[in-house]
């Protein structure tokens, strides 16, 4: 029965039980596991995504790498995608100060910082303003502020294509009365949301403390839980080019702040790049066999 190598990780924080939960399988060079085996260990495991990373013929700076959350295969994830880095490059200490991840999302490179964080670098997602917004646009905002456009200073809508994301730009909206709000559609516009076929609702603002530039929330809109995405690290390729094109930041420290929360620092070195950096707490190692 072939064992392999399983650690479960909370990224983008440096306190235990923080962040976004992640599990990391490493699969030696010489052994396999078929998709089928990965989806199932996936599901046993039941967090938020298991990243499933393979050394490319005993290349020690060369990885394949899927994710998977408990009922299908992920197209991308950035937190998970961190815990990988983490776990190769701070806990299994490999030789490489950076390594490749052949991903379903294409190359994903992933050094170490000079503090023990995982810097990553990913394409950029730049969203699209939508200047006539359909009523769904609008019911997405009630669901999450409680308040109507009317009732905030400003509420701009964009739609994310790469990621298929509705993201909507909050001002006048405090941070901590931002952390405090939650998303909480009724019976009556739970169908309406869904109908939108969408992936998640990204809600942005600009932070008022001087330490952090911008907070978000992230919720997942397909499908009828409408559960909250604890950290985010694809949602922030999205909210990097659009405070770069709004703002004119090239460096934002941005924080999630989610129940659980999250901080991490954003770059754009170029228009189709988001270099993020983040720390990640390893909290349970072992074996598991398939």
Known sequence: MPTFEIYVVDAFTTARFGGNAAAVVVIPHDKDMDETTMQNVASEVNLPMTAFVKAQSGDQASYKLLWFNPTAKAAFCGHATLAAGHVLLNILKLPATSIKFDSPAGVLNASKGSADEIVLQFPSSPPTVVTEPPSAYRTVLHAFTGLSVADIKTAVFYYAPRANDLV????????????????????????????????????????????????????????????????????????????????????????????????MLIEMPDSDTVVISGHAVTVIQGNIST
């Open 168 to 263: 909507i730009l909050l001002d006048g909206v405090d941070d901590t009365k931002f952390a405090a709000l939650d998303f909480a559609p009724s019976a009556d516009t739970s169908q309406e949301i869904l109908a939108l076929n969408m992936r998640a609702a990204v809600f942005v603002a600009r932070s008022q403390r001087n330490d952090t530039d911008s907070i978000a929330r992230v919720f997942h809109i397909n499908n009828a839980g409408f559960d909250e995405d604890q950290v985010t690290g694809s949602a922030h390729t999205i909210i990097a080019p659009l405070f770069s094109s709004l703002f004119g930041m090239q460096r934002i420290r941005a924080h999630q702040c989610s129940r659980r929360g999250g901080r």
